[in-house]
């Protein structure tokens, strides 16, 4: 009798050191804490490339430049040379910038090119192949970056990259995992089938090693003599001749006039946080800061997390939103994008008293819908020990890009054309219906999604945070945010939490899996709410977060929290934090 109750008294005990550290960290893993620098990017080896530059005395922009190289050669699904991105950057004076190396339309595009006679569109004329190829930006990006703000010799950042190209780098699950998805797009290119799959058209396996010698080519020639390497050199020309053979309409020109363009970034206040985020040619920044506008006027954090108010409201203000994405805005250079009226707080509370508090809205009634999501964008989040901080994500678009590489160059090309409006009203990949704003014209650069974000609080960085995932890239950044301010998360939690999206058309709410719980969902299919609980995309986005001062708010009001806490979503399978 006296034996088995002390048994079990032991196997309880037993049992209860194991979930004592699981129940403390809810579903999500413990975020990654360090004191000195932290890197958060979806493949592991690019995040210890960025690691590595911190401890050597690189600052947070020298990171980002060797992460994005590495990315290109380790994370070929996203990472690249052959597409385009945007950095955010806060340097440690407080100094704010947005470098803009996102594609631009070759000289040659017009209006209507992807439209037939009778003005329909030709299905995948914007998607597959040479024209749906946009001048690409990243390299240009890169040393633009490197120059004005980083500290490092280009040589010292593309090292790494060059080493993993030349030499190659042992594949994990989830990257042989992204080859096999994108095997067939792959098999209709020589040349990327040369490259990213086994003779014989068989994907890699876990375990083996992928070797990129065109591409460590190009590198090592951008080592030695910069960006016209690339834009007035060997690869340019390979690309311009691919181009021409195969009926795209990149020229010589296209890349010589290639230019990054430094802007003013986003910014607005919330709830006594600073958001620093993307300018037009991104919608990204407009789009959350007209959110959040929207949200400051409702207790987001009494309603709580998954609440049906709270679902209610952060819907509305999503649809309102989307409406002005799709229409209004463009690139700065050809349009005047309405950012003041967009931002302005009366306009926020002027589409606050247009929502019922009692019924879903109707998008109809409003006036530009739901595509599928890839993981073929990527984010990453640095910060360094003198408190630099940058956001980077950067694309090829959509599924490996246009799905071609031109010989001999070993770089993927983006179908980042895509982006703008083919045909006002016909949905894009993303299921984007947009206008005029965003039509094509020659060195016009397509509107974007892309939300790098930055948020400081009392002038010091609190939080760095992006994610891809298309049109839902704004979304996903959005509710991190909200996660760690108003529903108390700790930052792996924000990243790793359920996500909801409404773009205004279709009219839908699009779910993850326990996003809302049954009887929540009800309550709000009462007030006229329909859902899409993602039978084509089960989970979107892959946030990478840092959070400075502790993991949550709570500890960092605590004190005594870890400087630096980062954490990868756990949608990316080979992501990590890491940091020194
Ligand atoms: O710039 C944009 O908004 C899109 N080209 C991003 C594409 C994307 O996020 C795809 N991957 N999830």
């Known amino acids: 009798m006296d ?8 196997i309880f005990a037993a049992i209860s050191l194991c979930l004592a550290p699981l129940s403390a960290f809810a579903a999500s893993p413990a975020p990654v804490e360090a004191e000195h620098g932290m890197v958060v990017t979806a493949q ?10 911190l401890r050597s005395g690189g600052n947070a922009v020298d990171a980002a430049v060797a992460v994005g190289y590495a990315l290109a050669v380790v994370y070929p699904t996203a990472g690249n040379l052959g597409g385009g991105g945007f950095m955010t950057i806060r340097m440690k004076d407080g100094k704010t910038t947005f470098l803009d190396f996102r594609e631009r339309a070759p000289l040659a595009a017009t209006k209507t090119m992807y439209l037939d006679a009778k003005g329909d ?73 040369k490259i ?22 190009v590198l090592q ?42 802007l003013k970034p986003i910014e607005c ?35 709580g997390y998954g609440s049906a108010e709270a679902v209610h409201i952060m819907v509305e203000a999503m649809r309102y939103a989307y409406v002005d994405r799709n229409a209004a805005l463009g690139d700065p250079d050809f349009i005047d994008n309405p950012v003041s009226k967009l931002l302005d707080r009366s306009y926020a509370a002027s589409i606050r008293a247009k929502i019922d508090p009692y019924r879903a809205g109707t998008s109809a009634n409003l006036k530009p819908l739901g595509g599928k999501e890839s993981t073929e964008t990527t984010h990453y989040s640095i910060i360094d020990d003198e408190g630099n901080a940058v956001a980077v994500t950067y694309t090829l678009n959509g599924s490996f890009g246009a799905g071609v590489v031109a010989p001999g160059t070993g770089v993927l090309l983006n179908n980042e054309m895509d982006d703008f409006t083919s045909k006002p009203g016909v949905p894009n990949l993303y299921g984007l219906v947009q206008g005029e704003a965003n039509a094509i014209a020659p060195k016009k650069t397509p509107l974007s999604s892309m939300s790098p974000t930055i948020v400081t609080k009392d002038g010091k960085p609190f939080m760095v945070i992006g994610s891809p995932g298309g ?66 995309t089960p989970v979107w986005g892959q946030a990478a977060g840092i959070l400075v001062g502790g993991k949550s708010l709570a500890a960092i009001e605590k004190g005594g929290g870890a400087r630096y806490n980062g954490a990868m979503d756990s949608r990316a399978a080979e992501g990590s934090a890491n940091g020194y």
């Open 269 to 303: 206040n919330y709830r006594g946080y600073d958001i620093i985020s993307s300018p037009p040619p991104s919608s990204g920044g407009v789009i959350i800061c007209e959110i959040l506008n929207v949200l400051e006027g409702y207790p987001l954090s009494y309603l």
């Open 471 to 536: 049109s839902r890239i704004i979304t996903i950044t959005l509710e991190a945010i909200l996660n760690v301010v108003d529903f108390g998360m700790d930052i792996s939690q924000a990243v790793n939490a359920p996500r909801i999206h409404h773009q205004w058309q279709p009219d839908m709410v699009y779910l993850e899996p326990y996003a809302l719980s049954p009887d929540t969902e009800k309550a709000l299919a009462a007030m006229g709410y329909k859902f899409d609980a993602g039978n084509n």
């Open 196 to 217: 990213f799959l086994k003779t014989g058209g068989s994907t890699y396996m876990a375990g083996e090693k992928l070797v990129q010698p065109d591409l460590a080519a």
């Open 221 to 262: 020639s951008i080592s030695e003599k910069g960006p016209d390497a690339f834009y007035k050199g060997a690869p340019a020309e390979a690309i311009v001749n691919a181009s021409q053979a195969k009926g795209g309409i990149l020229a010589k020109e296209d890349f010589e006039q290639y230019q990054v363009r430094e």
């Open 44 to 53: 592991h080896l690019a995040t210890d490339v960025g690691v590595d530059v």
């Open 121 to 193: 569109i030709v299905p995948r004329a914007s998607l597959d192949g040479y024209l749906a190829v946009g001048t690409p930006g990243s390299v240009m990006g890169f040393e633009t970056a490197r120059e004005k703000y980083g500290t490092k010799r280009r040589e010292e950042l593309i090292a790494p990259a060059l080493r993993y190209a030349r030499d190659g780098f042992t594949l994990e699950q989830g990257d042989a995992a992204s080859f096999a998805s994108g095997a067939k797009r792959l098999a209709r290119d020589e040349e990327a089938a």
């Open 3 to 10: 034996r088995l109750p002390r048994q079990l008294v032991a």
